[in-house]
């Protein structure tokens, strides 16, 4: 980071932002479930989005239903909380996360937010400047075209391979950086792909980015949710390579995405991000923008230091148990493939073969499709970079992801080409 000083030199200015081009998941889903027949008595099956707390399989723990109860009957949660959060709260997280860490955090290192898409939103207008860009993964998830399109960030994007476990296409991004690129975001486990990151790979980024004189967002939203040969690795381990700023929640790993309590947490030893003024950047917006629930915040220290390891790893089991059946599943339906198995978060990426098909011209046409005919529910590659692509989703009960799997199954049989 030798020339940091003049990378970060340009955090100053403003410009006035422009409303947002780039579709969001919830966009495409929501116009896809407009293609349902109301006609069909079988129940919808959700595979496009990441939320199975709707399943009673994926109930979250007791530890935090009864943490929410204690911070409502407190009545020490009924006031406004400071901008960043409540300090018990942000101590709580910063020695969470410095559990997997070579340093320990402290709660200034640690911004609270409501939820990852905040969290995305606050990182993203802090480091948007005039002429400056920002590497993104293809594919990866759109909120952050979102964002960075609202703020007059320019995206410039880095393929994720599939033939190597999705990992970053390294010469890529020397390529597509210069002295105007500010960071660099990396998404593990991964979403949509369902990868984790050996710890090598993610070593080899932090070193690009080191070279490159940029900072890494590190989105965690599916932290430790691993169950493959890769174990989670944070990539804040690397945080006296490069600096990170790692986004992080308790959606995913607890169950509770409507709870929406995230974190921003600085992982940077060497006071880098602190030096630039890119932490004061942050605070600033911080103090302008929404806080999460201080009924969330108070129970936010007996959530993570009481969960029992065994919810985990029911969790992950579970986890593991639907993406066999998920890729197994696909494994038998001739127009989709899914080039890797998955190995963490929620989703799998699968790609449609179009020459099998007849009458189906897109990924989106798929999606629209099977919609109607079938009620189920996928994501069309096309809204998380990759055309002609599919994001399946396999974090629901066992039972309505062999049914979905089953009716994909029965409409590409329908589709299916005649010799």
């Known amino acids: 980071m030798e020339n940091a000083s003049t990378k970060w030199g340009f955090f100053q200015g403003n410009e006035e932002p422009k409303a947002a081009s780039t579709l969001t998941v919830r966009d495409v889903l929501a116009t896809i479930m407009e293609n349902l027949d109301g006609a069909d008595q079988r129940p919808t099956i959700p595979l496009g989005h990441g939320d199975p707390s709707a399943f009673p399989c994926f109930r979250t723990t007791l530890v935090a239903e009864d943490a929410i109860v204690e911070s409502v009957k407190s009545a020490k949660f009924n006031c406004y ?18 559990k997997d860490l070579p ?7 640690v911004f609270l937010t409501v939820g990852a898409n905040h969290a995305i939103e606050v990182i993203i207008t802090a480091l948007a400047r005039p002429g400056a860009n920002i590497l993104l993964p293809r594919p990866g998830y759109p909120l952050y ?9 320019e995206v410039r994007h880095f393929d994720l391979l599939p033939e190597k476990g ?42 690009t980015a080191r070279k490159l004189g940029i900072l890494v967002i590190a989105d965690e939203v599916y932290g430790h949710l691993s169950f493959g040969s890769n174990p989670f690795v944070p990539m804040g381990v690397f945080g006296s390579i490069a600096p990170v700023l790692t986004l992080g929640t308790i959606s995913k790993r607890w ?43 108070g129970a936010v220290p007996q959530i993570l230091e009481k969960t029992a390891e065994g919810f985990f790893s029911k969790t992950v089991n579970l986890l593991r148990e ?13 127009c989709i493939t899914c080039p890797n198995k998955p190995e963490g978060s929620m989703s799998a990426m699968v790609k449609l073969n179009l020459a099998l098909l007849e009458g189906i011209d897109n990924d989106m046409d798929f999606s629209f499709k099977l919609a109607k005919e079938e009620s189920v529910i996928v994501l069309p590659g096309v809204a998380v970079g990759l055309k002609n692509w599919l994001r399946i989703t396999f974090a629901i009960e066992p039972a309505a992801l062999e049914d979905g799997l089953g009716r994909i199954k029965a409409f590409c049989r329908r589709h299916a080409k005649k010799d």
């Not at 909380?81 to 969470?96: K, N, Y």
């Not at 340093?103 to 290192?109: G, P, V, W």
């Not at 950047?281 to 929404?290: G, P």
């Not at 066999?324 to 339906?333: F, S, T």
């Open 81 to 98: 909380a400071p901008a960043g959060g409540i300090l018990p709260a942000r101590r709580s997280v910063a020695d969470h996360l410095s």
């Open 103 to 109: 340093y320990k955090l402290s709660a200034d290192d």
């Open 145 to 153: 075209e979102a964002r960075a399109d609202f703020s007059n960030l």
């Open 166 to 207: 999705w990992e970053v296409d390294l010469d890529a991004v020397t390529a597509l950086a210069d002295d105007r690129t500010v960071a660099i975001a990396i998404i593990n486990p991964g979403n949509p792909c369902g990868n984790v990151f050996r710890y090598e790979h993610l070593q080899k980024v932090a070193e």
């Open 255 to 297: 169950i509770v995405p409507g709870w929406r309590l995230g974190w921003i947490a600085i992982t940077d030893p060497n006071g880098i991000l602190r030096k630039s003024g890119v932490v004061k950047s942050i605070q600033s917006y911080i103090c302008i923008t929404a806080d999460p629930p201080t009924l969330i915040q």
């Open 322 to 334: 639907a993406a066999d059946k998920c890729y197994d599943g696909i494994n038998e339906i001739p």
